[in-house]
């Protein structure tokens, strides 16, 4: 990571903030950064009536209320990159570098695409790469071709360091591309893509060498003359991954509800519960993926076709798959204010729809696995200057919090690389804001969920629901992959929503403990438009490294234990051993469903 020097001064009232708040057992250390209180009659702000809400903190660490896949954050890649051509380009080694920073997690290879994908068991066709520029062309797909030749000749993971000259054409292609795959969106009638072997091989080498587990859609649209699903082409694809030995997980089709809008055909719960019986046996038959793990259906939002598919899918096939899968979104393109994104309405549009899910589920098998697939700040691609801002971790850190207390194993965020505006890396290999709160996230909370209690200590015993509306807590065991804090530690993230400073004070178990704080706030005067994070004073580049990403950490005891939660601000908190009798005491993980 390479840290700027000179950056401006980060004030507590700075509209973003992501901390980390380590309590240790340890001995305090003393740091600049201890608190003190104000003195007497300082000369300071006098404060305003919602900032003299004090606003008591505790967590139950005695049992977990929710215990989720370690790969809960997980990621997802659309087919379009093969078309645009940025699948030719996975081998980056600082792509690669990047992904590996949120690992270990899924990846889900699919999307709106997914069920106009065509495999042929090809090593190399350029003509199915699409359109790109008549007068570089020719010498851009003699490029592609030597660095698969390159690539070819390594050993184990297949990495390129490619030329900024093909970069920049490459970015000029996918920008032409990136016009036709809009209008596909806008007017929801998509071309044919075609996944050839040296594709797959591609994809799968990205994802191995990221330490990521992939998962691969089926075209569901391809269909015999009775309406059954077509296998050919899903048994050519198995047949060829299975002498490759690659590990992948399986699904069928994409948001299965909307094929009539997309293509005028139905395809109803019946029928879809025996194309998934249909390919759970064609698994079977493959001996290498006799027990590969199967997910679906891929609902769309719950409304009320969706909820209808669902719950006929469950009843003829919830026991064939082994996770159940749907999507959501908070918006469409067509936003064009970052006050949308910390609306409490928008954010509590995901607890109503996981309730619905969750009901139709229970109902036919109880405790199944629901993963939340597709999730990103906007739909249709997002909107540029807003879905891909530092005004989108609200969106993505409430999808977490949220997702984790309702027991869902595992969320998808689309995209991690992609075109578009709702990705975690754009197109020049750089992280956006969402990747680095995914980084925080990733390295400090871990699969077991805690309840957090809250209370007020003025007037009332309880905060109004203003308060608790836009002040989200969520506790979590932190992760036992980061041994930079012992067994028992909590990690508390916290989402503020109010136009005012909120003073927390922890309490119970949580008192007199050290604090580290890790900071990430909205770098220069963008604000919350702002694409750059600043990093505890410091600015969060990019620009060469080869080793796995890592948060710093700032130390900053505070003996009374009270912390300032700064207006429309994010914050993590973490707790080392609480007590003996934490459940975060016991090393035992969640295996994930590979």
């Not at 990621?75 to 600082?94: A, N, T």
């Not at 249709?380 to 977490?400: E, I, K, M, P, V």
Request: hydrophobic share 35%; proline share 5%; with cysteine.
């Amino acid at each position: 990571l390479h840290f700027k020097n000179s950056v401006p001064s980060v004030v507590p009232s700075s509209p973003l903030w992501l901390a980390s708040v380590a309590l240790m057992v340890q001995s305090v250390i003393s740091t600049s950064s201890t608190y003190r209180r104000p003195a007497p009659g300082g000369g300071g702000k006098r404060t305003g009536l919602m900032e003299r809400t004090l606003i008591l903190l505790d967590v139950n660490t005695r049992s977990p209320v929710q215990v989720l896949n370690d790969n809960f954050l997980s990621l997802q890649l659309d087919p379009s990159i093969i078309k645009d051509g940025w699948l030719d380009f996975l081998s980056s080694k600082r792509l690669v570098t990047l992904a590996r920073g949120l690992s270990p997690a899924y990846l889900r290879f699919g999307g709106k695409r997914t069920d106009f994908l065509h495999f042929h068991n090809l090593k190399n066709l350029a003509k199915f790469r699409g359109p790109g520029p008549d007068y570089y062309l020719k010498n851009y797909e003699d490029d592609i071709v030597r660095s698969d030749i390159a690539l070819d000749k390594q050993r184990g993971c297949k990495l390129a360091n490619h030329p900024v000259m093909m970069l920049d054409l490459q970015r000029e292609k996918a920008a032409q591309m990136q016009l036709v795959l809009l209008k596909e969106q806008v007017s929801n009638i998509y071309s044919n893509i075609t996944i050839t072997a040296r594709s797959l091989d591609k994809l799968y080498n990205f994802a191995e060498c990221a330490g990521l587990h992939l998962v691969l859609g089926f075209n569901a649209l391809q269909r015999n003359p009775d309406s059954s699903w077509n296998s050919s082409s899903a048994f050519s694809l198995l047949k060829y991954s299975a002498g490759k030995k690659y590990n992948i997980s399986w699904e069928l089709g994409n948001e299965p509800n909307g094929y009539r809008s997309m293509v005028g055909q139905t395809v109803n719960s019946t029928q879809l519960a025996k194309d998934y019986t249909m390919l759970r046996t064609l698994l079977q038959s493959v001996r290498y993926y006799s027990r590969a793990h199967l997910y679906g259906p891929n609902a769309g939002p719950p409304r009320k076709n969706a909820i209808l598919l669902l719950d006929g899918f469950m009843k003829n096939a919830g026991s064939v798959v082994d996770a159940v899968t749907w999507q959501h979104y908070y918006m469409d393109s067509r936003v064009t204010k970052v006050e949308d994104f910390l609306k409490t309405r928008l954010l509590d549009t995901l607890t109503e729809q996981i309730t619905k899910v969750l009901k139709v589920v229970n109902s036919h098998a109880p405790g199944k696995k629901v993963w939340l697939g597709g999730v990103g700040p906007a739909w249709a691609g997002g909107t540029s200057n807003l879905s891909d801002t530092y005004a989108a971790g609200f969106l993505w850190l409430n999808t977490l919090g949220v997702a984790a207390m309702h027991g869902i194993d595992v969320v998808l965020r689309h995209s991690f690389f992609d075109y578009g505006y709702t990705h975690l890396v754009d197109q020049h290999f750089n992280p956006l804001p969402d990747y680095w709160f995914s980084l925080v996230f990733k390295r400090l909370v871990g699969p077991r969920v805690l309840a957090v209690r809250v209370a007020g200590l003025q007037r009332k015993p309880q905060p109004g629901r203003v308060i608790r509306d836009k002040l989200r807590i969520y506790a979590h065991c932190t992760s036992f992959h980061n041994h930079n804090y012992v067994k028992g530690s909590i990690t508390i993230y916290i989402i503020n929503l109010h136009r005012s400073r909120k003073k927390i004070k922890l309490a119970g178990t949580l008192r007199n403990k050290t604090v580290h704080q890790y900071l990430l706030q909205p770098y220069g005067t963008d604000g919350l438009h702002a694409r750059s994070v600043v990093h505890s004073r410091c600015v969060i580049h990019t620009h060469t490294y080869l080793k796995r990403p890592q948060p710093g950490r700032a130390t900053a005891p505070f003996y009374t234990i009270v912390m300032l939660c700064p207006a429309t601000s994010l914050g993590t908190t973490v707790l080392t051993s609480v007590s003996s009798a934490s459940s975060c005491m016991h090393c035992s993980l969640p295996q994930p469903h590979h």
